[in-house]
């Protein structure tokens, strides 16, 4: 189970956290809500980040956290659940942020392969990726753009762990959950 950072003052998003915990439960699906949103939203305004890019939307909860962070922000998240796609436009449409966050139906090869370059920070929150999915990500990233990868503790992590730490491709560093999510800067 993901740890629930959101202690922190208030969680304007909260009700979509607290529907997506529901949500898995009764849907029996691994739609886990990210456990430090403010984190998310905190390192969105630090960077700076113009254009984001999420994979792994659930019902929304952290692409709102990331649209918050930083006002300017346009978000594009992708998710291949129809219920879940369905789920995340209406809970940011809800939020207000649907002007900023684009939820693109469908897998992350499929999409990925439809964005253009140049994104200043990207989440990774769907399962663990593959050394696949860092190659790809790093190839959407800008130079210096920053990837937060979650859920590094599951069966491939240490993959992807290995791949994160080599240092003439990323500068890493466990920062959040516990060392579950690492932060890394594209070298």
């Known amino acids: 189970m993901k740890a629930d950072n959101r202690q922190l003052g208030?969680?304007?998003?909260?009700?979509?956290?607290?529907?997506t915990d529901r949500h898995r439960r009764q849907h029996g699906c691994w739609a886990y809500p990210f456990g430090d949103g403010r984190a998310l939203g905190t390192?969105?305004?630090?960077?700076?980040?113009?254009?984001?890019?999420?994979?792994?939307t659930a019902l929304g909860y952290t692409?709102?956290?990331?649209?918050?962070?930083?006002?300017?922000?346009?978000?594009?998240?992708?998710?291949?659940?129809?219920e879940h796609v369905?789920?995340?436009?209406?809970?940011?449409?809800?939020?207000?942020?649907?002007?900023?966050?684009?939820?693109?139906?469908?897998?992350?090869?499929?999409?990925?392969?439809?964005?253009e370059p140049g994104y200043d920070l990207a989440f990774f929150d769907g399962y663990a990726?593959?050394?696949?999915?860092?190659?790809?990500?790093?190839?959407?990233?800008?130079?210096?753009g920053v990837l937060i990868a979650a859920n590094l503790d599951l069966d491939r992590g240490r993959t992807v762990r290995a791949a994160l730490a080599d240092e003439a491709r990323w500068l890493t560093a466990p920062l959040l959950e516990g060392g579950r999510t690492t932060v890394s800067v594209a070298i």
Not at 10 to 19: H, K, L, M, N, T
Not at 67 to 73: K, Q
């Open 63 to 82: 692409s709102c956290w990331l649209a918050y962070g930083n006002p300017m922000a346009r978000v594009d998240t992708i998710e291949r659940d129809p």
């Open 86 to 115: 369905r789920l995340a436009r209406q809970n940011i449409a809800d939020a207000g942020l649907s002007d900023r966050v684009t939820v693109h139906a469908g897998s992350f090869d499929e999409v990925l392969a439809t964005l």
């Open 129 to 144: 990726p593959t050394p696949g999915d860092l190659d790809a990500l790093r190839a959407l990233l800008r130079p210096r």
């Open 43 to 56: 390192l969105a305004a630090a960077t700076g980040a113009a254009r984001i890019l999420e994979l792994g």
């Open 10 to 19: 208030s969680d304007p998003f909260g009700a979509i956290y607290d529907q």
